[in-house]
């Protein structure tokens, strides 16, 4: 089963910057769009942004000129660069895999990681 492993979360002040990776374990062949959501206390889960296999992003109104999401398909993996943060970012950061296909191929959609916390705080 694949398993999407996901680092960088923590603790930073205001104006501060963090980036998020995820990588997807296992034997894999191909991965289509990756995205990246988050979920603050009492809302519900939102999409940041997104990145297909081709290098196509898009972002939310509040976070674009401050988030840039990357990806590495050598690696498996994908990143966000988060700058200029606002305690409003505050949030658990989920990363998704639209679809995961391994080498055996067997395919995986809409694959989630566990989640990494983000606090933004003074």
């Known amino acids: 089963q694949v398993q999407l492993v996901e680092s960088g979360g923590g603790l930073v002040q205001p104006g501060g910057s963090l980036r998020l990776s995820c990588t997807a374990s296992?034997?894999?062949?191909?991965?289509?769009?990756m995205g990246w959501y988050r979920q603050a206390p009492g809302k519900e889960r939102e999409l940041v942004g997104s990145i297909t296999d081709g290098g196509t992003t898009t972002y939310a109104a509040s976070v674009k000129d401050r988030f840039t999401i990357s990806r590495d398909n050598a690696k498996n993996t994908v990143y966000m660069q988060m700058n200029s943060l606002k305690p409003e970012d505050t949030a658990v950061y989920y990363c998704?895999?639209?679809?995961?296909?391994?080498?055996?191929?067997?395919?995986?959609?809409?694959?989630w990681g566990q989640g990494t916390q983000v606090t933004v705080s003074s």
């Open positions: 296992g034997s894999i062949f191909s991965i289509n769009t």
């Open positions: 998704n895999a639209d679809r995961v296909v391994f080498t055996s191929r067997s395919a995986y959609d809409n694959v």
